[in-house]
């Protein structure tokens, strides 16, 4: 029989509805995706990642805040670890296991944060993510910045990217910085991955967080890769699985010694 994909609406601790959907897969391990800016999980990009990983594990993926069917307005990676706390909180409940969160580009730097800084994830993947905030080093960076901080930008968002952004910008002080989250991760595996051809990010920036992570911590400098979900193909995709299921099993392994 065909397991039935499930979409919900889940509420975050402070109120916003997130519209999420439920791949059902093997109870031992379960996928939570996590978009970039402007994404969704009915995009093209991201629903086949979703489906790729789940033949390899259950998957839940959502849509962030003030993206596609989600409430609020987009915070650009601060108050969004609380949608993926809930999109964590919702694997757990279904009764699986071990719980990986696997991010791109803003997405890359909430899973980050959120393992951090309130956790509940047994394996965490950054894909095209930022080391640090308010890079303006490339010209789609730039244009990021417009689209964010200028009235016309945010107008063009909601109306042909169907993307709301809160107007009233980041707190003080600035939220967590991506490689400070990473140095807090550890003893829970983290995977960078990054591409040489990152229109976005420099490759500088992966190796930032790598440099602030501890072990255990891999880093993929992909030659030719370009930028999150567009650039990942099914063989990245696939790449990204193994190294999940490796990963929590082995931190299975190190946290439950053996019987004597």
Do not use: C
């Not at 010209?139 to 107007?167: C, Q, S, W, Y």
């Amino acid at each position: 029989m065909k397991s039935v994909v499930t979409t919900v609406t889940l509420v975050t601790e402070d109120g916003v509805p997130i519209d999420a959907v439920h791949m059902p897969g093997p109870r031992d391990l379960a996928i939570v995706v996590a978009h970039g800016f402007t994404q969704s999980w009915q995009r093209s990009t991201v629903w086949t990642i979703a489906r790729r990983f789940n033949l390899k594990a259950g998957v839940v993926t959502f849509d962030f805040r003030g993206h596609g069917r989600s409430g609020g307005l987009s915070t650009l990676g601060n108050k969004e670890i609380n949608d993926l706390d809930m999109a964590v909180h919702y694997a757990r409940e279904l009764g699986y296991q071990k719980v990986a969160a696997v991010g791109f580009s803003m997405g890359a730097s909430v899973v980050l944060r959120q393992a951090a800084l309130q956790g509940g994830v047994d394996a965490v993947v950054s894909v095209s993510g930022p080391g640090r905030w308010y890079y303006r080093g490339t010209e789609p960076m730039r244009k990021v910045h417009f689209v964010a901080e200028k009235r016309v930008g945010r107008m063009i968002a909601r109306r042909f990217l169907n993307t709301r952004i809160d107007p009233h910008g980041w707190p003080v002080p600035d939220p967590l910085p991506p490689a400070a989250a990473a140095e807090r991760i550890s003893p829970v595996p983290l995977l960078i991955v990054h591409g040489d051809k990152d229109q976005f990010f420099p490759a500088d920036h992966a190796r930032q967080l790598y440099a602030a992570a501890r072990e255990p911590k891999e880093l993929w400098l992909i030659p030719g890769f370009g930028h999150a979900e567009r650039a990942t193909d099914d063989q990245l995709t696939d790449r990204i699985a193994e190294w999940v299921t490796e990963a929590v099993t082995e931190k299975t392994g190190q946290q439950e010694p053996a019987s004597p």
